[in-house]
């Protein structure tokens, strides 16, 4: 079984950059996301940092277990140019992120209001800024909701399941839900197309 990672535990120049960044996210107060999309720092290079398919942050092979950490850095990250960054005022460093950084692990359905809870204690409001992204195949669909800057959740299989269990056709015949006063389908346009 793995150690986890607590950061400053591992000793060496990648542990001291992903120190240094915790510590500048602490140093700005940071509780909430930063205003990454005013931050153009200089690339600083890659930190073995991996945010795994299940939403698990690793640093140097090892899981990160302090949850207030992985918030931390979460708030922290930036999606530029089809690559995740974690960025402060000063530097910007580039991670490995297997498929989504966050999971969208509840949702709760009201009558136009859709909102996720992600891994990492973002709440969504699924709108016009925030909508469901299905990608995968007809046979494994994979379904997100875009977060913030380009970020996105994937909806774990429950959540999907309960957004399914609520869904009602819409004017196209695909199956969706309403929210903000939207219709958000839940059915890619390889899914569900009507019968002509």
């Not at 107060?29 to 299940?54: K, Q, S, T």
């Not at 990608?135 to 909701?145: F, I, L, N």
Request: hydrophobic content about 35%; glycine content about 12%; proline content about 9%.
């Amino acid at each position: 079984m793995g150690k986890q990672s607590g950061i400053a535990s591992n000793p060496g120049p990648a542990a001291d950059r992903a120190s240094d960044i915790a510590a500048g996210a602490q140093k700005a107060g940071l509780r909430g996301p930063a205003p990454v999309h005013l931050w153009n720092p200089p690339y600083c290079g890659e930190m073995d940092m991996e945010i795994r398919a299940d939403g698990t942050w690793f640093h140097e092979g090892s899981p990160i277990g302090r949850p207030g950490m992985v918030r931390m850095f979460s708030n922290i990250l930036k999606f530029e140019d089809g690559r995740h960054y974690l960025v402060t005022p000063v530097e910007k460093i580039g991670i490995k992120v297997e498929d989504s950084p966050f999971i969208a692990v509840d949702v709760e359905i009201g009558d136009d209001l859709v909102t996720f809870q992600t891994n990492v204690g973002d709440s969504v409001v699924l709108d016009a800024d925030h909508p469901l992204v299905i990608e995968g195949s007809p046979d494994e669909p994979r379904p997100y909701v875009m977060v913030r800057g380009g970020l996105r959740a994937r909806i774990d299989r429950k959540s999907f399941y309960r957004l399914a269990e609520c869904a009602s056709p819409g004017p196209d015949g695909r199956l969706g839900l309403r929210s903000s006063g939207l219709f958000h389908e839940l059915e890619s346009p390889w899914q569900g197309s009507p019968q002509t």
